[in-house]
């Protein structure tokens, strides 16, 4: 195409204006004219006239000074630093890549000398895997980001935060106000048919047309009123060859949009879908008119055959949760409708994306993906709520299994967030229709026994289980074994083990579901004395259940208490052990025949695991006054062997509390022969440990406060 320039002086926006010409008329004429309008101090004109088209077009330019005056600073540093680390001679010794994260505002001289100074602590920082380096009072943290290449690069990402769509809507509202009124100019003898608003980037972090749209949209409402601006262009440099361009809103698209009648044309749809973002996040009133553009482009087409963009349609599908809440349920449910087949997430075999976000890869390989994405797993947290209604929990069950139905393990995952909704609610479906409750228990099943063996599956799973509390002795047996990969199955060996015997009995008191608790209490039991490393969460699990159990229902203790024993009976396990001694520390008082004698054991076994373990002494962190002194006055005779082994635990770097109470402990023995050798021995152990440690608190040997506290009837205070 051949552009003509009518005006014989060069107008500084030539360079721009030039290439979106080739781009916007580049299909529509061999040849264009186009003109400089004179500027008029008189009145506001617009930069240009295009013969063809026959439009006025006005170019202005959208920056940030104050920013781009940094983050050229920025880059002019690390730019330097970045030259002499790659030409560095130790560089070949950084092995992994390293992120050397900087303020985003630092100074200091960047002469050859003072640059080369500070690249060489950088890499000596970074190959004696420091954490951070200060160079010339500026802090850099060092974080290796990846095994697989070995280099250093620059980046900022703490020390502020930067809002380009702010940024962006501060230098650009002023300036849509200004062009609205230069577009309403008419050229002598000219005729105008469009009125175009050309915007070219020159702010750094304005490379993202989405910030550029939601900076757009905090002035919906001006944007709306300036009738004289009816396409606006965003120009974005780049590196090499021609800038892009991108249509942000025709005057056309937003007056239709604001009426709920949009037109269904290819530019609304990439305009509406682009927008959706923006518009979702300003409020109610915006929502109401998205669902209705949705209803506009959905009527004969899926939203994938309208919508390229994957995460434009995951905010879509998001739209349904606040339709839910607005108690919309039929509208949600054609929602659901549209989405439920889209094809995101792919099916594994075509899956040609980042491997990191392989989220199906990754299940594969034992990881919780911990991110809601993609449009079918964001579509199944609003059949979620679909699920909290009975008159459309079947509904829901109806979708959960149609996205039970994908290979691909991320939608499988996802899936079991409504299903966990549906079983808690699983009796609606029983009165509603028993073969719909039937088709439950089958999906159910058959997810645990052909996908329990992926632990993020698994771990799901059990908050489904958790409401199948009537399960029959091989059902619950099957669940435990194909769930016990994850440690929050304990609740269930708990349940089962202990407590399924109490419920769901006939009159006659037999179980309805021919329970054999022996079975699920020996598999409980099993299962604590399984010292396999797979199984030490899962172990640790339980063990932290019996501590919460009893908190909140301290009369479960004797049903509790012997498989705490159990456990005792099992060598030393931290995760374990740490929970006994919570439960031990908060019943010595009221279960002293059962504690004092787990107390014992559970020191015993640490010692022995302490003696062929020297190494994880350190690791041992106790806190055992309370217990000590609560034994002391009441099993005095047990008392100086325990601080024997406590202080063998502290020579071994083992934390045991704090030393003074222990040692004060003698003066709760009410017997006066016992108190005296008991004080005699703990002065020789408490010698033993100030040699090793001289700072060491002092002990109070003196006796006389302990006496007046005897006769008041307690020796000490427990508490």
């Given amino acids: ?235 974005n440099p780049t590196e090499h060859g021609a800038p892009t361009h991108v249509l942000l809103y025709t005057k056309e698209f937003l007056q239709q949009y604001d009426t709920k009648r949009l037109d269904l044309t290819k530019i609304n749809a990439e305009l509406f879908g682009a927008w959706f973002s923006s518009f979702e996040s300003i409020g109610d009133e915006h929502k109401e008119k998205l669902f209705a553009g949705l209803r506009t482009f959905l009527k004969s087409k899926k939203p994938h055959q309208v919508f390229d963009d994957k995460l434009t349609r995951e905010e879509m599908a998001r739209l349904g949760l606040w339709l839910v809440d607005k108690e919309r349920f039929d509208e949600t449910v054609w929602l659901i409708d549209q989405f439920i087949d889209d094809p995101d997430p792919v099916e594994p075999e075509h899956y040609e994306g980042d491997p990191e976000s392989n989220y199906h890869e990754k299940i594969i390989a034992g990881e919780d993906p911990h991110i809601i994405t993609t449009v079918r797993g964001n579509l199944a947290w609003v059949i979620q709520k679909l699920a909290l209604r009975k008159n459309y929990i079947i509904k829901a069950l109806d979708y959960t299994k149609t996205l039970l139905r994908y290979k691909n393990l991320y939608a499988k995952l996802q899936a079991i967030i409504p299903l966990i909704e549906i079983a808690a609610r699983r009796q609606w479906l029983e009165e509603l229709n028993p073969q719909e409750y039937k088709e439950f228990h089958d999906v159910t099943f058959d997810l645990l026994r052909n996908y329990a063996k992926y632990p993020p599956i698994a771990k799901r799973l059990t908050h489904v289980f958790y409401y199948f509390q009537d399960l029959t002795t091989e059902e619950a047996l099957e669940v435990l074994e194909r769930l016990k990969i994850t440690d929050e199955s304990a609740p269930l060996f708990i349940y089962f083990g202990i407590f399924r015997q109490r419920h769901y009995k006939n009159q006659d008191g037999r179980d309805k579901k021919c329970f054999d608790p022996k079975r699920l209490k020996k598999n409980l039991e099993e299962i604590i004395k399984n010292n396999d490393d797979q199984y030490t969460n899962l172990r640790g699990s339980i063990a932290w259940n019996f501590w919460k159990l009893l908190s909140k229902n301290p009369d479960e203790f004797d049903a509790i208490s012997p498989y705490i024993s159990l456990f005792l009976e099992q060598p030393y396990r931290k995760n374990i052990y740490d929970d006994i001694a919570r439960i031990i520390k908060e019943w010595i008082e009221k279960k002293p025949e059962k504690c004092t004698p787990w107390f014992e054991k559970l020191l015993s076994n640490i010692a022995i695991y302490v003696k062929t373990n020297k190494q994880e002494g350190r690791n041992i962190w106790l806190m055992p006054e309370k217990i000590i002194n609560y034994i002391a006055y009441h099993h005095p005779e047990k008392l100086e062997t325990l601080i024997e082994q406590l202080v063998d635990l502290w020579i071994e770097g083992s934390y045991i509390g704090n030393p003074k109470s222990l040692f004060e402990s003698y003066k709760g023995i009410a017997n006066a022969g016992l108190k005296k050798a008991t004080r005699t021995r703990f002065k020789s152990l408490y010698s033993k440990m100030k040699n090793l440690n001289p700072r060491l608190v002092q002990v109070d040997w003196k006796e006389a406060k302990a006496e007046k506290k005897a006769e008041l009837g307690r020796p000490f205070d427990l508490d």
């Fill in 1 to 235: 195409m051949k552009i003509i320039k009518l005006h014989e002086f060069d107008k500084p926006e030539d360079i721009h204006v030039i290439p979106f010409l080739e781009f916007y008329c580049g299909d529509l004429v061999s040849t264009i004219c186009y003109e400089a309008i004179p500027e008029n101090h008189l009145e506001k004109r617009p930069d240009y006239y295009i013969h063809e088209i026959k439009a006025v077009v006005e170019v202005s330019e959208i920056y940030d000074e104050e920013s781009n005056k940094r983050s050229a600073q920025w880059s002019k540093i690390t730019q330097k630093l970045k030259q002499d680390i790659k030409n560095h001679p130790k560089l070949s010794h950084v092995k992994g890549l390293y992120l050397l994260d900087t303020p985003p505002v630092f100074k200091f001289r960047t002469n050859k000398n003072m640059i080369k100074k500070a690249a060489d602590q950088i890499v000596e920082a970074v190959i004696a895997g420091q954490r951070t380096t200060v160079v010339f009072g500026v802090t850099f943290k060092i974080k290796r980001v990846s095994d697989k290449d070995n280099d250093i690069y620059f980046g900022t990402f703490s020390g502020g935060s930067i809002d380009p769509a702010t940024t962006i809507h501060k230098n650009i509202f002023n300036k849509l106000g200004t062009a609205n009124k230069q577009l309403s100019f008419v050229p002598k003898g000219k005729e105008v048919e469009k009125r175009i608003l050309l915007l070219v980037n020159r702010y750094t972090f304005a490379n993202r047309i989405s910030e550029v749209i939601r900076g757009l949209s905090y002035a919906y409402q001006e944007i709306l009123s300036y009738s004289n601006i009816e396409e606006v262009w965003f120009q």
